[in-house]
T-cell receptor
Framework: NAGVTQTPKFQVLKTGQSMTLQCAQDMNHNSMYWYRQDPGMGLRLIYYSASEGTTDKGEVPNGYNVSRLNKREFSLRLESAAPSQTSVYFC?????????????FGEGSRLTVL | KNEVEQSPQNLTAQEGEFITINCSYS?????LHWLQQHPGGGIVSLFMLSSGKKKHGRLIATINIQEKHSSLHITASHPRDSAVYICAAPLYGNKLVFGAGTILRVKS
């Protein structure tokens, strides 16, 4: 049982390049989330999705877009990467309604924007 | 100022010591999460509790809803407990706000 799988694990971009972080869960969870983690700060919510086809902005959505095409997958896209987006990104899911219940995290994707 | 405050920020202990990590939050909540992040980076959920105490192996989590405070205790600490411990509380419309984490190092 893989749980939550994120790809890629590491990525280096140049300013202005675009990329998509992929996330998939095999636990049949409805709720999925994207967080970023920066040194000295707590995890911050970028976007979240309560169910297939629905997404909402979190605390720090600027510069990002998301897509929830099906129940399993929730992708995060950077259209024009900036150095301020250098961070570690975590995808998470939960069985229960949004923001309730135990969270299951992916292993993280470390992104560096030069 | 983070509305979920953890203390201490860094903690070094000798193997076998009893460890306490504290978490305070600013508004009433329905439940609080404790998470563990290992040096490799992965995050796992340890506890979700809304009252009283929960125990899992050598880990014990307590919460005092009235005082807006929770503690995570580790008994008989071991080097493999070395990790970052994070608390998170649903402060605004149930959206989780995360503490900055407590870096624990247990020396053998």
């Amino acid at each position: 049982n893989a749980g939550v799988t994120q790809t890629p694990k590491f990525q280096v971009l140049k300013t202005g390049q675009s990329m998509t972080l992929q996330c998939a869960q095999d636990m049949n969870h409805n709720s999925m989330y994207w967080y970023r983690q920066d040194p000295g700060m707590g995890l911050r919510l970028i976007y979240y999705s309560a169910s297939e086809g629905t997404t909402d902005k979190g605390e720090v959505p600027n510069g990002y877009n998301v897509s929830r095409l099906n129940k399993r997958e929730f992708s995060l896209r950077l259209e024009s990467a900036a150095p301020s987006q250098t961070s570690v990104y975590f995808c998470a899911s939960s069985e229960a309604a949004l923001f309730t219940g135990e969270l299951f995290f992916g292993e993280g994707s470390r992104l560096t924007v030069l | 100022k983070n509305e979920v405050e953890q203390s201490p920020q860094n903690l070094t202990a000798q193997e076998g010591e009893f460890i306490t990590i504290n978490c305070s939050y600013s508004v009433g909540i329905s439940a609080l999460h404790w998470l563990q992040q290992h040096p490799g980076g992965g995050i796992v959920s340890l506890f979700m509790l809304s009252s009283g105490k929960k125990k899992h192996g050598r880990l014990i989590a307590t919460i005092n809803i009235q005082e807006k405070h929770s503690s995570l205790h580790i008994t008989a600490s071991h080097p493999r407990d070395s990790a970052v411990y994070i608390c998170a509380a649903p402060l605004y419309g149930n959206k989780l706000v995360f503490g900055a984490g407590t870096i624990l190092r247990v020396k053998s």
